[in-house]
Nanobody, 125 residues
């Protein structure tokens, strides 16, 4: 069983930045693909980013150029750096882990094996 704990959310003004962290339990973090999703009120959960390794990542078009994903396998942690935040980025942000580094439908929720509880990000205008 893998536990994921997000942190770093909060209230920020438009144009500001936040860095979210997701700490994972377990000893094989480097063998997990790690994703970030978000869910705004009244909307479906939306893919944001995924990391298979430090150099193999993908960012959703909706946040490309503003958000970056990174990971520190020594700390069992994946990060989401969010810059130039907009009010429409307001959501609960969840990290997710998929065991194995093979390619998969990373933009879909169903392939992921474990989920965190989420951290609230609120961007004021």
């Amino acid at each position: 069983q893998v536990q994921l704990v997000e942190s770093g959310g909060g209230l920020v003004q438009a144009g500001g930045s936040l860095r979210l962290s997701c700490a994972a339990s377990g000893r094989t973090f480097s063998s997990y693909a790690m994703g970030w999703f978000r869910q705004a009120p009244g909307k479906e959960r939306e893919f944001v980013a995924v990391s298979w390794s430090a150099s193999n990542t993908y960012i959703a078009d909706s946040v490309k150029g503003r958000f970056t994903i990174s990971r520190d396998n020594a700390k069992n942690t994946v990060y989401l750096q969010m810059n130039s935040l907009k009010p429409e980025d307001t959501a609960v942000y969840h990290c997710a882990a998929k065991v194995g580094l093979n390619r998969f439908n990373y933009y879909s929720e169903s392939p992921y094996d474990y989920w965190g509880q989420g951290t609230q990000v609120t961007v004021s205008s």
